[in-house]
C-alpha cells in the first residue's frame, strides 16, 4: 500500500470529508515534488481541524523537516496554493464520477463550476490530472469509499 493511501486510511477515521482529502491530496503532492511546504501545509489543516496525526503522517512529517534542515527544500510556499486549486478540481471530479457522471462530463462540470473567480484550468489539465492521480490503483476506490461513509454521516438533503 502506498504511503499517502495508509495516511489516508488512518485519516478516514475523523470523518472530516474535505479536510481528509485535503490532506490526502497534499501528502501525494509531497511525495511526488519534495516540496516540504506541502507537509507544512498538513500540520495546519489537522491542527485547524483538531485532526489527530497518526503514525503514517508523523514519519512524513519528519521527512519533511529532515529535509527542510538538511538544506534541501525544493519549491515554495506559492506552489502549494496553485496545486492545491488543482486538486479541489479533483475532488469534484471525483465526486461527480462517483454520482454517475463519466470523467469527460465531470471534467466538464467542475471546470464550469469549481473557482470562477480564480480563473479555471483548461479541461485537459484536470482530465490529464485526474486520470494521472485518481487512477492510481486504490486512489478512486478509498475515495469513493470516503464519499460513501461521508453520506452515512450527512445524507443528502
Known amino acids: 500500500m502506498s504511503t499517502a493511501l495508509e495516511i489516508l486510511e488512518e485519516l478516514t477515521e475523523d470523518r472530516m470529508l474535505g479536510e481528509t482529502l485535503d490532506i490526502f491530496w497534499a501528502v501525494n503532492l509531497w511525495l511526488k515534488t519534495g516540496n516540504p511546504h506541502f507537509m507544512d501545509y498538513v500540520v495546519v489543516i489537522c491542527d485547524t481541524a483538531g485532526i489527530e496525526i497518526g503514525p503514517a503522517l508523523q514519519a512524513e512529517l519528519y521527512k519533511a523537516a529532515s529535509a527542510r534542515l538538511k538544506g534541501f527544500p525544493p519549491g515554495e510556499a506559492a506552489q502549494v ?12 471530479m471525483a ?10 462530463e465531470a471534467a466538464n462540470d467542475v471546470i464550469e463550476h469549481t473557482h470562477p ?3 479555471n484550468l483548461e479541461f485537459s489539465t484536470v482530465y490529464r490530472y485526474y486520470t494521472e492521480f ?7 476506490e478509498l475515495v469513493f469509499k470516503m464519499f460513501d461513509e461521508w453520506k452515512e454521516i450527512v445524507p443528502d438533503e
Open 81 to 92: 496554493d496553485r496545486e492545491m486549486q488543482i486538486y479541489d478540481y479533483l475532488t469534484g
Open 95 to 104: 465526486d461527480r464520477i462517483h454520482k454517475g457522471m463519466n470523467q469527460t
Open 117 to 119: 473567480d480564480d480563473g
Open 134 to 140: 485518481m487512477k492510481k490503483p486504490g486512489h478512486q
